[in-house]
């Protein structure tokens, strides 16, 4: 199932946007599902698909597997998401994923969406002791679009505090999903401060 891999993705795109900083535009419309975002001014933009469309373009890449075998369906799949990150540094930023969601092709939603909470939580209990890890489930509302939200705090030595969000909604045939991650609360009150001020375009 295709959405049940992204948790994986800010990980992996950290390594390749550490080095790859590049100044945008403030503010940012999400095509597919009519949202428009401001990024916080400290926070810098990084488009994943975007660059990744252009280095195929650049490298010549052939066109013409993209009909005839399992690399180039993947490679269509892929490139059918939307997938930005935003970055203030390596403890502190925000991914935001929408993957077209067919729920005959692809089940239940819910289904999905319980199984990436699991897999969240136990890669977190991968790296860090379950017993410093707490959850919370919750919902949350964006431009009256209600998420739902799955917290993980992770308590770190000498009272530190890591957390993370991921919050999720199933809109116009999107699985869109937000995930964010931060060491201290100023960055996280800049993140939760921009979805706030976001805006969904209703027709």
């Given at each position: 199932?295709?959405?049940?891999?992204?948790?994986?993705?800010?990980i992996?795109?950290?390594?390749?946007?550490?080095?790859?900083y590049t100044?945008?535009?403030?503010?940012?419309?999400?095509?597919?599902i009519?949202?428009?975002?401001?990024?916080?001014?400290?926070?810098?933009?990084?488009?994943?698909?975007d660059q990744?469309?252009?280095?195929?373009?650049?490298?010549?890449?052939?066109?013409d597997?993209?009909?005839?075998d399992?690399?180039?369906?993947?490679?269509?799949?892929?490139?059918?998401?939307?997938?930005?990150?935003?970055?203030?540094?390596?403890?502190?930023?925000f991914?935001?994923?929408?993957t077209?969601?067919?729920?005959e092709?692809?089940?239940?939603?819910?289904n999905?969406?319980?199984?990436?909470?699991n897999?969240?939580?136990?890669?977190?209990?991968?790296?860090?002791?379950?017993?410093?890890?707490?959850?919370?489930?919750?919902?949350?509302?964006i431009?009256?679009?209600?998420?739902?939200?799955?917290?993980?705090?992770?308590?770190?030595d000498?009272?530190?505090k890591?957390d993370?969000?991921?919050?999720?909604?199933?809109?116009?045939?999107?699985?869109?999903?937000i995930?964010?991650?931060?060491?201290?609360n100023?960055?996280r009150h800049?993140?939760e401060?921009?979805l706030?001020?976001?805006?969904?375009?209703?027709?």
């Amino acid at each position: 199932m295709r959405c049940t891999k992204k948790i994986f993705l800010p990980i992996v795109f950290l390594l390749v946007v550490i080095t790859s900083y590049t100044q945008e535009s403030r503010d940012y419309i999400i095509s597919d599902i009519g949202w428009k975002i401001t990024i916080p001014l400290d926070f810098t933009l990084y488009d994943f698909i975007d660059q990744a469309k252009n280095m195929q373009e650049q490298s010549g890449a052939p066109d013409d597997y993209s009909n005839t075998d399992e690399y180039g369906n993947s490679l269509d799949a892929f490139f059918s998401q939307t997938n930005i990150i935003a970055i203030r540094d390596r403890f502190n930023y925000f991914n935001i994923t929408t993957t077209p969601f067919d729920p005959e092709e692809d089940g239940s939603w819910e289904n999905a969406m319980q199984s990436w909470k699991n897999e969240a939580y136990k890669n977190m209990a991968k790296i860090i002791d379950s017993k410093r890890l707490d959850t919370a489930s919750s919902i949350e509302y964006i431009d009256g679009v209600v998420f739902n939200k799955f917290h993980i705090a992770v308590s770190l030595d000498n009272d530190v505090k890591l957390d993370m969000f991921l919050m999720n909604k199933l809109y116009r045939g999107y699985d869109c999903s937000i995930t964010y991650l931060s060491l201290d609360n100023e960055a996280r009150h800049q993140i939760e401060l921009m979805l706030r001020s976001s805006r969904f375009y209703k027709n």
